[in-house]
């Protein structure tokens, strides 16, 4: 039977007054995971229109000469630093809340649960488990079927001024068995630099398929694997691959299958949904089947147990060199950083200047 999901509630009219009772409802409730983030937002606001008025009118006053023309500066400043920030506290807000208030629904018409905040997700990919402060917001899922998670997944790293945040939009498909630890790195979101992934893998487990699958994607496998992907991706699934994931790294782990992107699949666009039904009645389709029969020669059968019989299930069916593809370290930009520190090095220890290093 064909995959479908009930959309209606991320395109039907929606009053202000719907979604101001549902923001009353959720605050209300006590629920840590619904609270009103704009009070970092107030914070702010409250310190700064503090703080940069009196900065501004005593610089003022002082270049005056006058005690007055600082206060009238500074309470100009006030008043049009508080104004200001008012409008863009509350604008945007209630845009949230209508977008909060369609996901819960939606996750609701298809037996799926909401979730605005979640904690750090438990999944093993190579988006996950980098940096801190991992969450994933706007957060849909479901303990039963195919499709098990959607949202937004961020993390944070460094610190002081080089800490970043790190967006990803993921989605999470069960499969019915183990697989070896697959990647199908997408060409067509790479940079210069290569893989937009950050996490990177050993250049000696590429593995090419032929043909135009190989012209959108580069397949890693774990090493001696090779015969395993072959087995895997047949002609069927590949085209699939191309036909509607070609846009997103897509990534085998355990009995998991992973979707990355940076701009695509947000919960409150029906075509998200749409698009997934689709990867789930063709891509995640025949991945399912895949796994069903996939066996690792490596592994041996219980003792006293023949063939196909004596499959084993769980974590154990891939031998532990399949489990993981092998790591790398991305040597470019860390050949970039530590040749920009050097330059600025011998710049401020010769007091030299760009146009004395590379004149004209």
Same mark, same amino acid.
């Given at each position: ?52 008025? #009196?900065?501004?009118?005593? =610089?003022?006053?002082? *270049? ?92 944070? *790293? ?27 790195? +997408? ?8 893989? =937009?992934?950050?996490? #990177? ?7 090419? #398929? ?5 012209? $959108?994607?580069? #397949? ?6 090779? $015969? ?11 085209? $699939? ?30 075509? *998200?949904?749409?698009?997934? +039904? ?76 760009? *146009? ?5």
């Amino acid at each position: 039977m064909a995959t479908t999901f009930d959309t209606r509630a991320l395109t039907r009219p929606v009053t202000p007054e719907e979604v101001s009772a549902f923001r009353r409802a959720k605050l209300a409730s006590g629920d840590p995971r619904w609270r009103d983030p704009r009070w970092v937002g107030v914070l702010a606001l409250v310190v700064f229109s503090i703080v940069f008025p #009196l900065v501004i009118g005593a =610089n003022v006053g002082a *270049t005056a000469g006058s005690w007055t023309v600082g206060l009238v500066t500074g309470v100009v400043v006030l008043v049009v630093v508080v104004v200001v920030g008012v409008v863009l506290l509350t604008r945007g807000s209630p845009a949230r809340w209508e977008r909060l208030l369609r996901a819960e629904e939606l996750a609701r018409a298809n037996g799926m649960e909401f979730s605005p905040r979640s904690g750090t997700p438990p999944y093993q990919g190579a988006i996950f488990g980098i940096g801190s402060d991992r969450k994933v917001v706007e957060h849909v899922w479901s303990t039963r079927g195919p499709v098990a998670d959607v949202g937004t997944y961020r993390y944070t *790293t460094g610190s002081g001024k080089n800490r970043s945040t790190h967006t990803w939009r993921f989605a999470a498909i069960r499969l019915d068995g183990h697989l070896p630890h697959l990647l199908l790195d +997408a060409k067509v979101n790479n940079t210069f630099l290569g893989s =937009n992934l950050p996490t #990177l893998f050993a250049k000696e487990q590429r593995l090419g #398929l032929g043909g135009e699958f190989d012209r $959108h994607f580069d #397949l890693y496998s774990p090493e001696q694997y090779g $015969h395993d992907a072959f087995y895997i991706f047949t002609p069927d699934l590949m085209a $699939h691959l191309i036909d509607e994931t070609a846009a997103f790294d897509v990534e085998v782990v355990d009995d998991w299958m992973f979707l990355y992107t940076r701009n695509q699949l947000r919960i409150t666009d029906p075509a *998200t949904w749409q698009r997934l +039904a689709r990867i789930s009645d063709t891509v995640s389709a025949r991945m399912r089947d895949r796994s069903r029969s996939y066996r690792d020669d490596r592994v041996p059968p219980p003792p006293g147990v023949a063939g196909a019989s004596g499959r084993i299930r769980g974590p154990q069916a891939i031998a532990p060199q399949g489990r993981r593809l092998k790591r790398r370290v991305a040597w470019v930009p860390v050949v970039l950083v530590a040749g920009y520190m050097v330059l600025r090095f011998v710049m401020d220890a010769f007091d030299l200047r760009l *146009t004395d290093l590379f004149p004209g």
